[in-house]
């Protein structure tokens, strides 16, 4: 385990995403969106890199170099897992738990970024936000306007039936506090416990192991699919669910992002990678798009309700 200072003004902040060759591009694209929305030139942009081989190590290095900015690559050491349960789930389910022992300790701030989602305002007040003693900072899972779904899963999981539940896609560490408790490593620890009792494995862990011990976060830094349409300003893009910007199918709110991945892969050897959907495919997502809002007006005004609730949490 990292013996990380508490107390140092050599310290950076830092944001990483984790990627497997598959999802690079976006990964990459996550990270640059984060970069134009800092002003701070000292904050790194890392990469915990699953499965990378010598030619994706070097597409990254190209987009980067495309872009002007750096992007260190740390390559997961998948540890040992003989004798530990992973059940259904690969080593890479559970990668960023390991972030404590692949990342350098010079670290103040972490913000950890899923590869699927988009910085679209400033971080540089989110950096500052005062984690009043919590570890974590994190904007409530969609599933949170549901209290009876979310009731059972918490039970599911170890957790009190009337707990909170973060979506784990975008999270603010106290990097320099793990030297305190790394809860990482408790997270670990307790998935390797009874890793079939998770649904999602990594958040389910982390959930359980920072009980009411997490700072929430207006849902703005967090912009999940399910509750984008009810997020008058969103910071943080997180495109939740299986389609994704870069399909042919992508959703109708998601068609502005779709062009930023277009233009800032083109030039890179990953230009083909956001997929132009066709005339056909966009009047389809259109229409679907209504069809969603006639159908499932109900369930998004529940949505809603509880979502307009936790809007100024933390940081507004």
């Known amino acids: 385990m990292l013996a990380i200072p508490t107390q140092r003004d050599d310290l950076s902040d830092a944001v990483i995403t984790c990627a497997d060759m598959r999802m690079l591009p976006a990964a990459c694209c996550a990270l640059l969106s984060a ?3 800092v ?3 000292s904050v790194r942009f890392f990469l915990l890199g699953i499965g990378l081989d ?3 190590r070097e597409r990254v290095a190209g987009f980067a170099k495309h872009h002007g900015f750096a992007i260190e690559v740390v390559d997961f050491v998948a540890p040992s897992f003989e004798g530990q349960a992973l059940g259904r789930w690969p080593a890479s389910a559970v990668a960023r738990l390991y972030m404590d022992e692949q990342l350098p300790s010079d670290i103040r701030r972490l913000l950890y970024l899923d590869a699927d989602t988009l910085v679209v305002t400033p971080l540089d007040t989110l950096f500052g936000l005062d984690l009043k003693g919590h570890p974590l900072a994190a904007v409530d899972d969609f599933l949170m306007a549901f209290p009876r779904n979310m009731a059972v899963r918490n039970v599911q999981i170890g957790m009190a039936a009337d707990s909170r539940y973060f979506n784990s896609g975008v999270l603010l560490i106290d990097w320099a506090g793990l030297a305190r408790r790394n809860f990482l490593k408790e997270a670990r620890d307790l998935f390797f416990q009874d890793s079939h009792r998770y649904d999602c494995p990594d958040q389910d862990a982390l959930n359980v192991v920072t009980e009411r011990d997490w700072l929430a976060l207006d849902p703005k830094w967090n912009a999940q699919t399910g509750i984008l349409a009810f997020v ?3 910071a943080i893009l997180h495109f939740t669910g299986p389609k994704k910007p870069w399909h042919p199918r992508l959703q109708w709110m998601h068609r502005e992002s779709h062009q ?3 233009r800032e892969l083109a030039g890179t050897a990953w230009a083909d990678f956001c997929a132009t959907p066709s005339l056909f495919a966009r009047v ?6 209504v069809l969603i809002q006639v159908t499932k007006r109900r369930k998004h005004r529940i949505t809603e309700r509880y979502f307009e609730a936790q809007q100024g949490a933390g940081l507004r």
Request: glycine share 10%; aromatic share 10%.
């Open 54 to 56: 010598d030619g994706g």
């Open 35 to 37: 970069k134009r929305n």
């Open 260 to 262: 930023f991945y277009k």
């Open 232 to 234: 008058p300003s969103p």
């Open 284 to 289: 389809r997502s259109l229409l679907s798009h």
């Open 39 to 41: 002003s701070s030139a």
